[in-house]
């Protein structure tokens, strides 16, 4: 069965560093999302894409959040200088149709030390 | 604006057990309604869902009824598995415009013992 794959599973980097976490989408898919949940928070959405732009963001995707699809396979979500409260399981999604049902990866924990 | 709200756990339950975790949500509208799951070590996966009111969702056992007049969607099972323990997530999807986000309950851990 196709599936989302994120990579790395687990990530640890320094405040301030830049930090790009991977995701390749099932193939035929068209709509693609981040979301993350913060160690015992609700999972909150961050960023829906589509057509090679940002279709929806929320006020957590600020200035510092870029997402990225740089080739036909992978999208990518940036942050470029990490802060402690950025720590979190990151998970990306993607669907068929924009209102298809959203299939998941395992998620990439984060970890700003 | 809109919101899930998950009954908190953990939930630890025998097996043969029946399961019920509770979820209400506020929306404008008519939302679609899903279950997801997550087993250790892996993704969230879609477990169920329903999309309009009366509707019930079912899947290895699992349902759901779409409860508009209780703004309800509670997740039942009659006899639970050892496997079936994981973190059970509740969510909702608005149906306006181009609204595609996913809004999460805290979701509610279950271990169930043999």
């Not at chain 1, 994120?6 to 560093?17: F, I, L, N």
């Not at chain 2, 999807?93 to 043999?114: D, F």
């Amino acid at each position: 069965e196709p599936e989302v794959t994120q990579t790395p599973s687990h990530q640890v980097t320094q405040m301030g560093q830049e930090v790009i976490l991977r995701c390749v989408p099932i193939s035929n898919h068209l709509y693609f999302y981040w979301y993350r949940q913060i160690l015992g928070q609700k999972v909150e959405f961050l960023v829906s894409f589509y057509n090679n732009e940002i279709s929806e963001k929320s006020e957590i995707f600020d200035d510092q959040f870029s997402v990225e699809r740089p080739d036909g396979s992978n999208f990518t979500l940036k942050i470029r200088s990490t802060k402690l409260e950025d720590s979190a399981m990151y998970f990306c999604a993607s669907s068929e149709r924009g209102q298809g049902i959203q299939y998941f990866g395992a998620g990439t924990r984060l970890s700003v030390l | 604006g809109d919101s899930v709200t998950q009954m908190e756990g953990p939930v630890t339950l025998s097996e043969e057990a029946f399961l019920t975790i509770n979820c209400t949500y506020t929306a404008t509208g008519y939302p679609s309604l899903f279950w997801y799951v997550q087993y250790p070590g892996e993704g969230l996966q879609l477990l169920l869902k329903a999309t309009k009111a009366d509707d019930k969702g079912s899947n290895k056992g699992f349902e759901a009824t779409y409860r508009k007049e209780t703004t309800s969607f509670h997740l039942e099972k009659g006899s639970v598995q050892v496997s079936d323990s994981a973190v059970y997530f509740c969510a909702l999807k608005a149906r306006a415009g181009n609204n595609r986000k996913l809004i999460w309950g805290l979701g509610t851990s279950l271990a169930v013992n043999p």
